[in-house]
């Protein structure tokens, strides 16, 4: 099994920064894909940021420019720096990882995190 724990969120006022990070452990052979989702209230979950294993990234237009995503040294690590906050990306935000497993047969995982809130609000 894998796990996926996010860490970060709050309350920020407008024009603010916040961090959010993400670590996946666990019966983990290869990570391809990390990325950061998220579900406003009454609202479909979006994605916000997706990085593979080779450092490309994939943003939604809503946050180029203001978030960015990276990888930590630890390949199993993501975090998302989110500058210039608005109330609009208020949500839920959920971590992803997806890859392979540790077994034998090398089955596809695709986990998620508990999600963690950011408010942005004055």
């Known amino acids: 099994q894998v796990q996926v724990l996010e860490s970060g969120g709050g309350l920020v006022q407008p024009g603010g920064s916040l961090s959010l990070s993400c670590a996946a452990s666990?019966?983990?052979?290869?990570?391809?894909?990390m990325g950061w989702y998220r579900q406003a209230p009454g609202k479909g979950r979006e994605l916000v940021a997706i990085?593979?294993?080779?450092?490309?990234?994939n943003y939604a237009d809503s946050v180029k420019g203001r978030f960015t995503i990276s990888r930590g040294n630890a390949k199993n690590t993501v975090y998302l720096q989110m500058n210039s906050l608005q109330p609009e990306d208020t949500a839920v935000y959920y971590c992803?990882?997806?890859?392979?497993?540790?077994?034998?047969?090398?089955?596809?995982?695709?986990?998620w995190g508990q999600g963690t809130q950011v408010t942005v609000s004055s």
């Open positions: 992803n990882a997806r890859g392979s497993g540790s077994g034998q047969a090398r089955s596809f995982f695709d986990s």
């Open positions: 990085i593979n294993s080779g450092g490309s990234t």
């Open positions: 666990g019966s983990i052979f290869s990570i391809d894909w």
